[in-house]
């Protein structure tokens, strides 16, 4: 069962049978203070560089959130999404990932977004189910369905499946088909929650075995808190692949991610004749050697990497 995902010139599909899907999640302004300011005054310059470098670095879709901190978010997000889509596609082809809590904010985004993006999300409240169904369904996109409800996040995987469960069977009555319904069964993360992983695991095996959807997951949720967080979600990933996970939100900058991904595409047979595999890391080998073959758009992006790390690791973005 795929969900496709569209821009006019690209097509992504997510299924099980299908290479697994990385979905860029540097464009979102949550923890990033620089970036939030930058967005706030007008400044699209970093969301310029973070579109190109994900994409240079292997995003199949770009996240896109423009959740700013704001007295009147129903006014602020919609024009923000607005300007961000539309500068983002006008430098990248990768289809989009509509990301917000504000309603309207998703349909500016829905509206300037061209091609079959992604909207996410909707939950297993009431008041989100007959706000934001609704405008999946008129616009025929898939959406991001999270396992939680009015009482919040269960620690039992079997309350948190009969959250999605409800979530698709609601979707169904307004025309919405399970293909475009990928369930986000929450990653929680391990340092807090001893079985986060296998709980993780346990949902998207149900998913797959019981609704036939795609999953997927915020992967670096799972390392908060902890030391080494790479290492962390870069065993994390393919093991949530191997539980049938088709799809991520994570950072594509972190090659230690980046190459589980590859490997794991491999061994699950998803990868013909190991080519991804091979290509990235004929990639990885040039990078290494500091070719200076792959021309003047592959070295800023890499550049673009560097600074982005160099960001993160000084608290600074």
């Known amino acids: 069962m795929n969900t496709v995902v569209k821009s006019p010139t690209q097509t992504v599909l997510i299924g099980p049978e299908q290479p697994f899907v990385i979905i860029g999640e540097r464009i979102n302004p949550t923890g990033r203070k620089r970036l939030e300011a930058e967005m706030l005054a007008g400044d699209l310059s970093r969301v310029e560089r973070d579109a190109l470098a994900q994409v240079a670095a292997g995003a199949h879709?770009?996240?896109?959130?423009?959740?700013?901190?704001?007295?009147?978010p129903h006014k602020t997000?919609?024009?923000l999404m607005t300007r961000c889509i539309e500068l983002v596609q006008t430098i990248t082809d990768a289809p989009l990932c509509i990301d917000s809590s504000?309603?309207?904010?998703?349909?500016?985004?829905?509206?300037?977004?061209?091609?079959?993006?992604?909207?996410?999300?909707?939950?297993?409240?009431?008041?989100?189910?007959?706000?934001?169904?609704?405008?999946?369904?008129?616009?025929?996109?898939?959406?991001?369905?999270?396992?939680?409800?009015?009482s919040g996040i269960s620690y039992d995987p079997k309350v948190r499946f009969a959250v999605a469960k409800k979530i698709v069977k609601r979707a169904e009555s307004y025309g919405i088909k399970p293909q475009d319904v990928i369930i986000d069964p929450l990653a929680?993360?391990?340092?807090?929650?001893?079985?986060?992983?296998?709980?993780?695991?346990?949902?998207?095996?149900?998913?797959?075995?019981?609704?036939g959807c795609n999953t997927v997951c915020g992967a670096s949720n799972i390392s908060f808190g902890l030391p080494n967080r790479a290492a962390i979600n870069s065993a994390f990933v393919p093991m949530a692949m191997a539980a049938g996970m088709t799809c991520a939100i994570t950072n594509p900058l972190e090659k230690e991610i980046r190459h589980a991904v590859y490997a794991a595409d491999v061994l699950m047979g998803n990868d013909q004749d190991c080519m991804?595999?091979?290509?990235?890391?004929?990639?990885?080998?040039?990078?290494?050697?500091?070719?200076?073959?792959a021309g003047d758009d592959r070295r800023a992006a890499r550049a673009a990497r560097r600074a982005s790390r160099r960001e993160r690791l000084s608290g600074n973005e």
């Open 61 to 72: 879709i770009l996240d896109i959130n423009s959740g700013v901190t704001s007295i009147e």
């Open 77 to 79: 997000e919609p024009e």
């Open 102 to 150: 504000v309603v309207p904010a998703l349909i500016a985004g829905i509206q300037a977004a061209k091609g079959r993006p992604i909207v996410n999300s909707v939950t297993g409240e009431e008041e989100r189910l007959e706000s934001v169904l609704p405008v999946v369904a008129e616009y025929d996109v898939p959406v991001i369905a999270i396992s939680n409800d009015e």
């Open 188 to 211: 929680m993360p391990i340092g807090a929650v001893r079985t986060a992983g296998i709980d993780l695991f346990t949902i998207v095996r149900m998913v797959r075995e019981e609704l």
């Open 276 to 293: 991804r595999y091979l290509a990235a890391m004929r990639e990885a080998e040039a990078d290494a050697s500091g070719s200076t073959s």
